[in-house]
């Protein structure tokens, strides 16, 4: 591979560091598929409409087809397949299996992702467009359907499961909203601001 057009780069997904060269024009999203074989990720438009492609980095959502791979060097990068704790799956994982929150499945692994994210960006006391009143005092907006769709706007499924997909982000919201409180912890974004998301962390989708 031509030196000057390609790098060698570690990625550090789901734990695990992956050492790699890559043309230097590799989306994320083709490293984690093409090149640590990470297939759970999926491409759908290639140009950041779908959301099919979300992973998250450092906790927060992005379109990894949006992403060159050498710009996420350094950085936490969780897929689908790091949801699960062993055999265990994620609450939000368990959410969509329970809830029937898919058809094809093919969106599923970018809905999940952002589902994580979603409950902790809310968790964490972040406004969406739908929140009509985002004053600090009046607190976090409920998580209801509208809140959830909004925020859950940048990932489509093409079978239409998203009556399913809003119930299954409602229950596990609701779940984690418990675990907080069992904790003892009253405090939007759990204090720690963790949660559970693996990666930990919270935020809006990066774009590019
Ligand atoms: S593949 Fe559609 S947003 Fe990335
Ligand atoms: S479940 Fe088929 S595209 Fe969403």
Redesign the pocket.
């Known amino acids: 591979m031509n030196p000057t057009k390609s790098s060698a780069i570690s990625l550090r997904v789901n734990g695990e560091t992956h050492s790699l060269t890559v043309d230097n024009r590799t989306t994320l999203l083709d490293a984690l598929r093409e090149h640590i074989d990470l297939t759970g990720t999926k491409k759908g438009c290639d140009q950041g409409q779908c959301g099919a492609c979300t992973v998250l980095l450092d906790g927060r959502r992005a379109n990894s087809c949006l992403q060159l791979a050498v710009a996420a060097e350094g950085r936490a990068v969780t897929t689908i397949e790091g949801m699960a704790d062993g055999e265990r799956l994620h609450p939000v994982q368990q959410a969509f299996l329970d809830f029937d929150g898919?058809?094809?499945?093919?969106?599923?692994p970018g809905?999940v992702c952002s589902a994580v994210a979603v409950i902790e960006e809310h968790a964490a006391g972040w406004p969406s467009a739908a929140t009509a009143d985002i004053r600090p005092e009046t607190g976090p907006p409920p998580l209801d359907d509208n809140e959830i769709r909004e925020r859950m706007s940048g990932n489509?499924?093409?079978?239409g499961?998203y009556v399913s997909i809003v119930r299954a982000v409602a229950e596990a919201a609701a779940q984690a909203a418990a675990v907080r409180e069992s904790a003892g912890d009253t405090t939007p974004d759990g204090g720690s601001g963790s949660g559970t998301v693996p990666a930990g962390g919270s935020g809006a989708r990066v774009t590019a």
């Open positions: 898919y058809q094809c499945g093919y969106c599923t809905q489509l499924c093409r079978c499961a």
